[in-house]
């Protein structure tokens, strides 16, 4: 089968190959799914660039690793390692399931359309991929392969955060940087559902009207307009009691600034690639806090049954819209580094997308 696959931490998607490997056999409680689309997301750069790895290696808990351990780990109980190359590439996506490996959950999964949740070793961007049966969801019918694809890590993301991590309350404000992303836009929509008030930062104006047309109470442009002056206006000098943030370096400070008394800022992202710049008293004297949100960890921490009532949330928000995401491109398996290198330029507005049988939509 194709796979598309690193033998190393590159910064170049020229460097990612499609390679004929065999299809892999799955295990007792997996199942192999043949693949049909696959997204191109920010966290899936960070498998190809290392960038989970040099982080993981500053955690407290990778500290004074026994004598030749390499690894390094996701989580204190070093129970979930993170993989280095070689790997497949690829994070979710949408498929059939083939093959069972035995199990309750695997066997009654055969031959049923889901979206699946992985990750390197055993990437998503190939032509067959074998997960745990409980990381495949079986979809309805009314949700299209091209949303599927995308129904774990944004979705779920901005569920988990908004709902479960921050709480945010009817009429609460919330501000979210690089709101023009699919997960900001799904965030505004969620808002006009849940009746919290939401104000946008953008850089420009590219997505400004779409996002007035969803709901935005405000959108704020940082290249012509403050950002915290804005906020203060737009809230009557209260400031935001929540924010989230994948941006970084210098916005991330001027977000701090604009939260209210006891406000939260949820960071989420790195898109300026710069620390965060933040003087100790902007957190002291408003009494607010910072927290990081990492997917896998936040999912881990959750009971089998608080999982599967997110997991039917999810999906009937995802029906109704909430949780749209618009695909700009879709690029064939073979041309994987050409998709990466449009997930990464400039001025995009939509999800690049994979393509990984001739048979997927297009």
């Known amino acids: 089968m194709k796979s598309a696959r690193i033998h190393a931490f590159t910064q170049q998607p020229a460097d990612i190959r499609v ?27 960070n498998f190809v660039r290392g960038t989970y790895h040099q982080a993981l290696e500053r955690l407290i808990w990778n500290q004074g690793r026994p004598a030749g351990e390499s690894r390094v780990f996701f989580d204190p109980g070093r129970s979930n390692p993170c993989p280095v190359p070689p790997y497949a590439l690829g994070g979710e996506g949408v498929g059939s399931v083939e093959a069972s490996g035995g199990g309750f959950l695997a066997n009654r999964l055969r031959g049923k359309r889901v979206a699946v949740v992985t990750g390197p070793p055993h990437g998503t961007w190939q032509e067959y991929t074998v997960v745990d049966a409980k ?19 944004n979705p779920i993301t901005a569920f988990a955060m908004v709902r479960d991590v921050l709480r945010v309350p009817r009429d609460g404000w919330l501000l979210v940087t690089a709101a023009g992303s699919a997960l900001g836009k799904s965030v505004v929509r ?28 405000a959108v704020i442009e940082t ?55 933040i003087p100790s008293r ?37 029906a109704e819209g909430i949780f749209h995401a618009d695909v700009s491109e879709t690029y064939p398996l073979d041309k994987v580094a050409d ?6 330029g400039p001025g995009r507005t939509g999800k690049v997308m994979l393509r990984l049988r001739a048979d997927s939509p297009r």
Request: one cysteine or more; charged letters at 20%.
């Open 135 to 153: 990381r495949a969801v079986t979809l309805p019918d009314s949700i299209p392969d091209e949303q599927a694809a995308m129904f774990f890590v």
């Open 190 to 217: 969620l808002g006009k559902r849940d009746g919290y008030r939401t104000i946008c930062v953008v850089r420009s104006n590219a997505n400004t009207a779409e996002l007035r047309s969803l709901g935005a109470d």
């Open 19 to 45: 390679e004929d490997v065999p299809v892999p056999e799955p295990g007792r409680g997996q199942v192999r799914v043949r693949m049909s689309l696959s997204p191109v997301n920010p966290s899936d750069l």
């Open 282 to 318: 902007d957190l002291m004297m408003p009494s607010a806090g910072i927290s990081g949100f990492l997917l896998p960890n936040w999912i881990a921490q959750q009971s089998p049954l608080g999982l599967l009532g997110m997991l039917r949330d999810v999906k009937r928000l995802m």
């Open 223 to 277: 290249d012509r307009q403050d950002l915290v002056g804005e906020v203060a206006r737009v809230t009557g000098g209260r400031g935001v009691g929540h924010a989230l943030d994948c941006v970084g370096g210098p916005v991330a400070g001027d977000v701090v600034r604009c939260l209210g008394f006891g406000g939260r800022l949820v960071v989420y992202g790195t898109l300026a690639d710069s620390p965060l710049e």
């Open 339 to 344: 998709a990466v290198a449009a997930a990464i």
